[in-house]
């Protein structure tokens, strides 16, 4: 059974950093193009950053560029969400997703496979 397991979410002062995991089971993260994304209450979900399958081509938010970085281990089979100066506006709860395709995107109709979310906090 395919499956996308999500952690590393918590509550952290503006400023700090958190490391968000993907963890897959039942496939290869190698062959799928990971994204990640985000919903804020009352706001729609939106792309934060994603994979390609192969080389490995990024994307990211222009909110989040410089800060957030993604990278994908094979051998664990889990993409990373590092993300570093947090700010208040990054608090949500944040979602992996797969999408069986070559090169990176942020449309999420384009995924298939979401994991459960994980809540970030960011709050002095």
């Known amino acids: 059974q395919l499956q996308l397991v999500p952690s590393g979410g918590g509550l952290v002062q503006p400023g700090g950093s958190l490391r968000l995991s993907c963890a897959a089971s039942g496939f290869t993260l190698d062959y799928y193009t990971i994204g990640w994304f985000r919903q804020a209450p009352g706001k729609e979900r939106e792309g934060v950053s994603c994979i390609s399958s192969g080389v490995g081509s990024t994307k990211y938010a222009d909110s989040v560029k410089g800060r957030f970085t993604i990278t994908r281990d094979s051998a664990k089979n889990t993409v990373y969400l590092q993300m570093n100066s947090l700010e208040p506006e990054d608090a949500a709860v944040y979602y992996c997703?797969?999408?069986?395709?070559?090169?990176?995107?942020?449309?999420?109709?384009?995924?298939?496979?979401w994991g459960q979310g994980t809540q970030v906090t960011v709050s002095s």
């Open positions: 997703a797969a999408a069986h395709r070559w090169g990176p995107t942020m449309r999420m109709d384009e995924y298939t496979y």
